[in-house]
């Protein structure tokens, strides 16, 4: 059938094409997920075909076959309740797949009262309540879903994208991308983000997982999905990532490190809790996460030394390659400490809520407001910690152990260039840009548990 669909398609704001169309009573009403006519008249007029072939045979025995596999829900709720990893993660790869299907497909939604159905695209914003409703949308659609045209979409989708240039990041008008012409770092940075989602994404059907071995396998009690009449995923697992330049670890300037040195006085004493984050992520390579809930009695006095032990408690999962470790404290780093202590139980003060939420945001401030334009700040000084480990010591196996690095391939990744080639920007330790507290000499006397 030949659609006339010149009102029927409008540009929006963001250059993407916006479809409104009655169907046999059915209202159409998708954003498509491209800036190009032809291709967004194309999609359109698949969209308005499928509409009609609603009313045919075709589409009810097409249906049938959907209906005959696992939804995408039941296939959620399986790798929900299946999965070996812990929540955080398992929610993060959950979230990886639902947010793909949403950024490229959109569902059916009853409208009530009004006694018809529209197609419409599902909110892909990070909070809460949206996640929450992605989820219960998205999996209503048949797992047949997974494609390798998904994909295709998904990666057309996002190269569509302009990313946005943060408060810190200082460009010339000349550096900054515009709808369908990236800049060749931003064409890299959405090439990384479509690669995430994929990895996410295609995780729940991990065939060697490390931790979980073959989540497909059909063997009741050793697949997850045992259970279930899955979707033929071979497309969708064998479409190929984006080759992208490995991003290795490079030091900040010295002039942005004098900056942060000059300004420690003002954080000791103004931000309190907020310095205590400073000194275990830059002196001890702790992760945030690891810091906000760590307790007084997991500090421990030895014969050598003063240590913070890394392990899981109430508040937090410990380290994140699920090995305990004991890191060494640089001298006199304790006694300071003591001298801030504010709180009996938690080495941080403040309630629960500054714990989790506000320290964070009190030291990536100061950060800020002292001329710290990396992307990450609390991690910037934990991998400048890693660095200088690196490259005293050229061992990185011993500096994954030290740093409690999940992969080996992470340490390799971010500090092989450190071993191979010695920057001398960065200090040996002992001889950091900042005068108190410094790392000991003997930082790599650490026990891993």
């Known amino acids: ?89 398992t929610n993060r790869n959950i979230n990886s797949l639902t947010f793909l299907i949403a950024s490229v497909r959109g569902v059916e939604i009853e409208q009530e009262g009004r006694g018809r159905v529209e197609i419409k695209r599902v909110d892909c914003s990070s909070s809460p309540k949206a996640v929450a409703k992605r989820r219960k ?115 900040p300037s010295r002039r942005m490190w004098g900056r942060i040195e000059a300004a420690v006085p003002e954080l000791k004493e103004n931000w309190p809790e907020a310095y205590k984050v400073f000194l275990f992520a830059r002196n001890c390579g702790l992760r945030l996460g690891e810091i906000k809930f760590l307790k007084w009695e997991e500090i421990e006095e030895r014969h050598d030394g003063e240590f913070v032990h890394v392990t899981e408690n109430h508040f937090t999962d410990g380290s994140k390659g699920k090995e305990d470790r004991d890191v060494k404290l640089p001298d006199g780093m304790l006694e300071e400490l003591e001298d801030l202590k504010t709180d009996s139980r938690f080495v941080i003060g403040g309630d629960h809520h500054f714990r989790k939420d506000l320290v964070e945001r009190e030291i990536s401030d100061w950060m800020r407001a002292h001329g710290w334009n990396r992307q990450q700040t609390v991690h910037e000084l934990r991998k400048w910690f890693g660095a200088q480990l690196a490259t005293q010591t050229g061992d990185l196996y011993a500096v994954k152990k030290i740093l409690g690095h999940k992969s080996y391939q992470t340490t390799l990744d971010t500090y092989e260039d450190l071993v191979k080639y010695p920057d001398d920007q960065i200090p040996a330790i002992g001889e950091s840009v900042f005068a108190n507290p410094k790392p000991p000499a003997n930082v790599l006397a650490v026990n891993v548990a």
Request: proline letters at 6%.
């Open 137 to 251: 949308l998205i999996g209503k659609l048949p797992g047949s879903v997974l494609t390798a045209e998904l994909l295709a979409d998904f990666k057309e989708h996002v190269l569509g994208e302009v990313p946005p240039v943060q408060v810190w990041e200082s460009r010339h008008p000349d550096e900054i991308s515009t709808p369908g012409k990236l800049t060749p770092a931003d064409l890299n940075k959405q090439k990384r983000k479509v690669n995430r989602y994929l990895r996410g994404a295609r995780s729940l059907f991990a065939k060697r997982s490390p931790s979980g071995g073959n989540l497909m396998s059909r063997e009741v009690g050793v697949g997850i999905y045992a259970n279930l009449k899955m979707p033929d995923l071979t497309g969708f697992m064998a479409v190929p990532q984006y080759k992208v330049n490995k991003k290795s670890y490079r030091a």
């Open 1 to 89: 059938m030949k659609w006339k669909l010149d009102k029927a398609l409008t540009k929006g704001a963001d250059g993407f094409w916006n479809l409104r169309k009655m169907v046999r009573g059915k209202a159409i009403k998708a954003k498509l997920p491209t800036r190009d006519k032809g291709t967004a008249l194309k999609r359109a007029i698949q969209l308005c075909d499928a509409a009609l072939l609603g009313h045919d045979k075709t589409l009810t025995e097409a249906k049938a076959r959907r209906d005959s596999v696992a939804s995408v829900g039941d296939i959620l709720d399986a790798y929900e309740k299946g999965s070996p990893l812990s929540p955080k993660y």
